[in-house]
């Protein structure tokens, strides 16, 4: 039996093979080669850099500059935020997400081992280079606006780089700014005071347009404790200077589409710690750098895929779809192609849609956000003008699809399986064609399949199947070499591979899916041996150093799906009952009370602080929590 430290430096050897030591000059060799690898079989582009003493990796792999390509809203909104602590070195990730109908989808990458602003830029320059050369950002300089947090250092960076970007701030993080200030007891604002200067600066923070941003914020400082305190009337007038990069009334007429926080992002970051790393640090900078761009990028190429199949909850996205309203269709009346103009059939009053670009001249939809309106165009109109919204649609499909793989997808394959004259799909192809899935589609699909193919010669075809056949060959041959010169390693596995054969692929179905996942996914067992595992040892997950979690994130998350699989990180999630939501508590459904209700959403952290007039914690780490 060895003991600890003999295995421990075992798998320290094993370890360094493929990612080099952890840290010292070879372990840039290591990540040099890696990256070297990625750029020659196409998986990644690349930059490795040095800025005086820090150095910095810029990733862009082919799924994002796929997204650069094909996806429309790269060019309007993009997010950029920064986390650490993915690895033992705890080096800086930042990551451009763009939201879309199926949440956000990255669009490149950057590690650093600094937090100064002259890395990060250099490393954005390096990063620009990394993109897909007249196609990035939609073939646009970069994209209209980029939302990013007050904390963020790298915002000049950003502005100067992108010189026709807005630069806009997540809302959410001005307000906890906000509360956080006033609960400063530096600033000796009184405890009666913060309430009433809090809930006013909101007001200024949403009103519509500007003359109300005005007169709200003429309110804000007339109020006494502001007139009282020098300190607190500096520290709001200089908020008010910056004012275009976090009030409503400066944000019609952009494409924000409903998103005025970094809420995509925070997602994203969430997604790899808990999906991506499963909560454990990795070992190196190689290993992270690993991780990006092979596991992230599988889970988001699963999960877009899931996205274009219908496997998503409708709930979670009825936002993004076109809900019936009740204005009839003799109130739309198309003015030109693609803009529409619509009669509320409640106030009179008349709006103009226009499809193509997006917007709506009513409040909600001055931002690009789907309103009634859009929705009732959509669902009148023949939608057949590719519409800049962000909705379920089977054109956001097609193109989400060809982003996750490469590919186009079959031509019927976002159709639904019943086809009936009212629910006529009509998902144009890229050469301009359509096809609808009517009796006469399955005749179309065909005749369009011949003509797809008579494009390639025959000629061509049969050499790339002759190349696939010798790649096929060549890897039979390095099973059979592996056999011949290490029969030790290489008899057991093949011998599970054949029984996982025999096992799986018995049939035509199961045969075409182990071909398509071969060597992709870490297999049902691994799945069912690890859940063995989870339920034998209640609350054990993986070793390794964890990635920390946030004391109060793990109560708030909702949980969409049930599930056995127990979530044990962080504080456990109390019971919130319905009375004790602010925003439940004027509905008193009986007369005896309020009735016990379901459990709800843990209300947001920083809601509450403001209403129970308490600081957001003196630590670091428990502001932190708000997020
Ligand atoms: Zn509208």
């Given at each position: ?21 952890s840290s010292?000059?070879?372990s840039f060799?290591?990540v ?16 490795l ?5 820090s150095y910095y990796v810029s990733l ?22 920064a986390a650490g602590g993915l690895d033992r070195q705890r080096h800086r990730l930042y990551l ?13 990458a950057i590690i650093a081992d600094s937090e100064?602003?002259?890395v990060f830029?250099?490393a ?148 790899l710690?808990?999906?991506?790393f499963?909560?454990?640090m990795a070992f190196s900078l190689c290993q992270l750098v690993d991780f990006i ?254 990635i ?80």
């Open positions: 039996m060895p003991t600890i430290s003999i295995a421990s430096k075992l798998f320290a050897k094993e370890f360094a093979k493929d990612y080099g030591p010292g000059l070879e060799v290591a040099e080669q890696l990256l070297q690898q990625y750029t020659s079989n196409g998986t990644c582009m690349s930059k850099g040095q800025v005086g003493s862009c792999t082919s799924l994002m500059a796929r997204a650069h390509e094909l996806l429309p809203q790269t060019a309007e909104l993009v997010m950029v935020d451009l997400v763009t939201p879309t109908a199926a949440g956000g989808v990255p669009i490149g100064k602003e002259e830029s250099t954005l320059e390096a990063l620009i280079t990394c993109f897909p050369q007249q196609k990035a950002f939609f073939g646009h300089q970069g994209p209209q606006i980029f939302l990013t947090d007050n904390d963020l250092k790298e915002r000049q960076g950003l502005q100067r780089l992108f010189p026709s970007s807005k630069m806009l701030l997540c809302q959410f993080h001005v307000l906890k700014a906000v509360w956080a200030w006033l609960c400063d007891p530096k600033h000796g604002i009184s405890k009666d005071d913060r309430q009433e200067i809090y809930m006013t600066f909101k007001s200024v923070l949403y009103a519509v347009d500007e003359p109300k941003l005005n007169s709200r914020y003429d309110q804000l400082t007339g109020l006494t404790a502001l007139e009282d305190s020098t300190q607190c009337s500096s520290y709001f007038d200089k908020l008010w200077c910056s004012r275009w990069d976090w009030a409503t009334a400066f944000r019609t007429s952009l494409p924000l589409r409903g998103s005025n926080t970094t809420n995509y992002i925070e997602v994203a970051f969430r997604i710690k808990d999906c991506v499963d909560r454990v761009v092979t596991r992230y990028e599988a889970y988001m190429e699963k999960r877009l895929l899931d996205f274009c199949n219908g496997r998503y909850g409708k709930a979670l996205l009825r936002n993004m779809m076109p809900a019936p309203a009740d204005i009839p269709d003799s109130c739309i009346s198309l003015i030109e192609s693609g803009l529409y103009s619509v009669i509320s059939p409640t106030s009179g009053s008349t709006y103009t849609v226009d499809l193509q670009k997006g917007f709506c001249t009513c409040y909600i939809g001055a931002s690009g956000k789907l309103c009634k309106h859009a929705s009732a165009v959509l669902l009148q109109a023949d939608i057949e003008i590719t519409s800049r919204y962000n909705i379920v649609s089977a054109d956001a499909k097609l193109s989400l699809f060809k982003v996750a793989t490469g590919q186009s997808p079959p031509k019927d394959w976002f159709a639904p399986l019943t086809a009936s004259a009212d629910n006529l799909v009509h998902i144009r192809m890229p050469d301009g064609t359509e096809n609808s899935n009517d009796s006469t589609g399955r005749d179309a699909c065909e005749s369009s399949d011949n003509h797809v193919n008579a494009g390639t010669s025959a000629d061509s075809h049969t050499t790339a199947l002759e190349e696939l056949l010798s790649r096929f060959e060549n890897f039979v041959s390095r099973i059979k070499q592996g056999l011949l010169e290490s029969p030790a390693t290489f008899t057991p596995a093949l011998d599970q591979m054949m029984s996982n054969i025999d096992k799986f692929a018995s049939t035509e179905t199961g045969l075409l899916s182990a071909m398509h996942t071969v060597g992709k996914y870490s297999g049902l067992e691994s799945v069912v041996h690890q859940r063995r595992l989870n339920s034998s040892t209640a609350g054990f997950r993986r070793r390794g150093i964890q920390g979690v946030q004391p109060t994130a793990v109560g708030r998350r909702r949980h969409t799906l049930t599930g056995k699989r127990k979530l044990t990180a962080g504080r456990p999630c109390g019971t919130v009952l319905a009375h004790q939501s602010t925003a439940l508590q004027t509905h008193d459904y009986t007369t005896f009370g309020t009735m016990p209700s379901h459990k709800r959403k843990a209300p947001h952290n920083l809601q509450r602080c403001v209403y129970s007039n308490i600081g957001l914690g003196g630590t670091k780490h428990a502001k932190l929590s708000i997020v």
